[in-house]
């Protein structure tokens, strides 16, 4: 079955620092891969995805995520983090299964950064 | 006006209310999808729709019924809202294909007292 799991409940980072959040995946065919950030009290908005291509996908807001099919893994970076940055944070894959294609999504990284 | 709009943005009823969320879009998308956010639990697919005739059950349907009324309307009921369905709920869309993500309402909170 396909999955995805995002290790860490919540990120610190101080402001300046480059930052991670981590994405692991599990799925049958060639991975789609994807990252949304939700800010409070609003909906999920896209920041990047990848289907196929260069293994680093640049994204929205200065966001990058590096895809490493060894490690199964889809980890969100930015190289120098904002206050503004502070969020909760999604990975999703495409699902191969009886769902059509739905995205599965993990539970999401809170990701605080301090000044 | 934005892409998906959830109506209403926030709701307070009683336990054993009937009550419907309402999602439209100008995407011109094919697949419309409900999900239920909780606190640690990240989102949970409810219900999801290819098209006017075509609506599949997700992984926690029970307590909610959907209606697909035209290709830009789907619109999510809890018959009979009970406490534990107190939660923020989010419409998404997306095209036929599934591969380029999904586009998200803003949501609805809903507290069920």
């Known amino acids: 079955a396909q999955s995805v799991a995002q290790p860490e409940d919540q990120v610190n980072v101080a402001e300046g620092n480059p930052l991670t959040v981590k994405c692991t995946y599990s799925?049958?065919?060639?991975?789609?891969l994807f990252w949304y950030v939700q800010y409070p009290n609003r909906g999920l908005q896209f920041l990047l995805k990848y289907i196929t291509g260069d293994n680093l996908v640049k994204g929205s807001y200065g966001f990058e995520a590096e895809f490493n099919k060894s490690q199964t893994s889809f980890h969100l970076k930015k190289p120098s983090a904002l206050v503004s940055d502070s969020a909760l944070y999604f990975c999703a894959v495409r699902d191969y299964g009886g769902s059509q294609g739905n995205l599965i999504f993990g539970k999401g990284t809170k990701l605080s950064v301090k000044p | 006006d934005a892409d998906v709009t959830q109506t209403p943005r926030n709701r307070i009823t009683k336990t054993g209310k009937r009550i419907m969320l309402e999602c439209s879009q100008t995407?011109?998308?094919?697949?419309m999808y409900w999900y239920r956010q909780d606190p640690g639990l990240g989102l949970r697919l409810i219900y999801y729709s290819f098209d006017v005739k075509d609506i599949n059950k997700g992984e926690i349907s029970d307590g909610y019924s959907v209606s697909r009324q035209a290709q830009a309307k789907f619109s999510l009921s809890l018959e009979s809202a009970i406490p534990n369905q107190t939660a923020l709920y989010f419409c998404?869309?997306?095209?036929?294909?599934?591969?380029?993500?999904?586009?998200f309402g803003s949501g609805t909170r809903l507290t069920v007292v």
């Open positions: 995407k011109g998308h094919d697949r």
């Open positions: 799925v049958s065919g060639n991975p789609y």
């Open positions: 998404a869309t997306s095209d036929l294909s599934g591969n380029y993500g999904y586009t």
